[in-house]
C-alpha cells in the first residue's frame, strides 16, 4: 500500500536559530500548517551551537546595522515576548585598533551607524583602557564603542522561539532529515523527511552551512560555503572587570569576552578552505591564545577550559541570502550570515514570515539581501566579519 503523503502550508527546513525564529514569527501569523524539519534530535545543535553570543550594531552597511537595530530591539524583550531569558548582556562592544587608516575607516561608518541611530562612538586609547583595563595599548592608535552592543546566549533564543512557534501550533519535528526532493509544476514542493513523502506550498532553507546541499536537492544552487571557525574558553578568573565590552583587536582579528566567570576568545582563520570539519586545531587556538594575551595580558594566567570549532556559513559577499531565488518564487532562503546569524535571527524571522503572509518584507528593507545581487554585480561586501 503506497503511503500517504502529508501536507503543510511552510516546510522550513533547519531547526537553528533561523529555522526557529522564523517559524515563531509564522505563528504570530494565520497561514496554515506550518512544519520545522530538524534532522538531529534536537533544535539548535548546528552552528548556532557554536556561536560566541556577539550582539552589535557596528556594521557597515545600512541593511545590516537595520537588521541589528530591529533584533537588538527584540532581544531585549525576549523574556516578555517568549517567556525565555536571552541573558542579553549590554556589555558594548570595543573594537581596538592600530592603524590610522583602520582608524580613519571606523570614523566614517561610525558616521552611518550614528546617522542610523546607533550610539556609536569613536574614542581615545585612554578610554578604551577605561573600558578594559589591563589592555597593552603601545601600538593602539584608537578604538569604537556601542554602548548598545553587547552578548546574549544562543541556546536561549532557540528555546524562547521555539516556545512561541509551539504555542502557535508549529510543528517542530526532530529526526526529520529532508533528503529527497522536487518542486511541482504549480511551483510548490514535495520531499521526503524522516522518511515521509510531503508536500508544501513554500519551501524555507535555513539549513545554515548545509544550505547548498538542501538547494541541490531543489535543484536551486545556493552559493553558500561552510568554513570552521573556533574559539577557546576559560576557567573562570578573577581578573575580569565587572562590565567587560566584548573587545576586538581589529589588526589580529582575535576577540575575547566575559563568559561564565572565564574568558572567550576566538578569531578567524583567513586561510581556512571550506570544508565541514569542526575538529578544534590545538596549533591554531595556541596562536589565538598568544595574540590574545599580548592584548590582554591577564588572559596569559587563564587555565583553558574547552576548546570549540563550528561552521560559517559564508556567501561571496559575507552577507545573508534573503527572500526567493529567481527561479522557484516561493523557495525562500535564509543563509549565508558568516559569523553574525545568531544576533539577525529575529530580523530574518520578521522578514521571512512577512514575504510569506504579505507578499514582500514590510518591516524591513531586505533587497540588498537578494539572491539576485550576484548575477548583477549590485554586492556591497560586510567589511566588518569577525
Ligand atoms: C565559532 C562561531 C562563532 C560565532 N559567533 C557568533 C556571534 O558571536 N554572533 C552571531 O550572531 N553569530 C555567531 N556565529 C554565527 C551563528 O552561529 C550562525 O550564523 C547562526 O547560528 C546560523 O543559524 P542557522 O539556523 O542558519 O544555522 P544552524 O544553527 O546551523 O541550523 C541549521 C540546521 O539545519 C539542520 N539541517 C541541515 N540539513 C538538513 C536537512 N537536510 N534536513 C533537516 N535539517 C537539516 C542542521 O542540523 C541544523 O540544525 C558564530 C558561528 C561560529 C561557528
Redesign the pocket.
Known sequence: MASRTRTCEVAI?????????IAAHLAERRVGRVVV????DE??????????????LQFTTRANVELSRYSIEEIGRFRDRTGVDADFDRCGYLFLLDSEDDLEQFAETAKLQRALGAPVEVISVAEAERRLPGIETGDLVGATFCAADG?AT?AAL?AGYAALARRGGVELRRG????AAAERPDGGFRFT?GGEAWESEWLVN??????R??GA?FGVEIPVEPV????FTTEPVSFLPESMP?TIDWGTGV?LHRHSGGVLC?AADPDEPPGFSQTPDLDFLGGVWERGAHRYPPLADAALKTL??????VSPDHNAILGPVPELPRFLV??G?????????PAVGRALSEVIADGESRTLDITAFAMERFATDQAAPERRV?
Not at 524539519?37 to 538531529?40: A, G, I, L, T, V
Not at 526529520?176 to 533528503?179: I, N, P
Not at 550570515?337 to 535571527?345: E, I, K, N, W, Y
Open positions: 527546513v533547519g531547526g537553528g536559530v533561523m529555522g526557529a525564529s524539519f530538524e534532522r538531529e533544535l539548535g545543535t548546528g552552528s548556532t551551537s557554536k556561536a560566541a553570543g556577539g550582539v552589535r552578548v544562543p532557540v526529520a532529515e529532508v533528503t523527511a535555513a539549513a545554515g552551512p548545509w544550505a546541499g538542501v536537492l570552521r571557525r573556533q574559539f566584548l576577540y576566538g570549540n570549532a563550528g561552521l560559517y556559513a535564509a543563509g550570515f558568516s559569523g553574525h546569524g545568531m544576533q539577525h535571527a569577525i
